[in-house]
């Protein structure tokens, strides 16, 4: 489940379908059905599926963080507690993290 997001954009393309032109049009659709597994997830699990997700425990200065791809260059970065089935301050970011 989404806690919350930490751009204000990002909320608003996701819960009002309002479009920023900090999201690639050629990814929108890709970045909302992954939105919509990570509102869906119960547990960690649940993010492991589809294979594509890539869904990783990140290191180094985002230690504590998790992501699963959208695709080689972007990637969705969030806090992700697993007794609470939750996602906290979601970001999209296109891969500066590696």
């Known amino acids: 489940m989404i806690k919350n997001f930490r751009d204000s954009w990002l909320r608003d393309f996701f819960l009002e379908d309002i479009q920023s032109k900090k999201i690639p049009a050629i990814i929108r659709s890709r970045i909302f059905r992954k939105l919509q597994l990570l509102d869906d997830a119960t547990c960690g699990a649940d993010l492991i599926s589809p294979p594509s997700n890539h869904f990783e425990k990140l290191s180094g200065q985002l230690k504590g963080k998790y992501s699963?791809?959208?695709?080689?260059?972007?990637?969705?970065?969030f806090i992700w507690n697993d007794e609470r089935g939750e996602a906290d301050e979601i970001y999209l970011d296109n891969h500066t993290y590696k």
């Open 68 to 77: 699963i791809r959208v695709n080689n260059r972007w990637r969705i970065v």
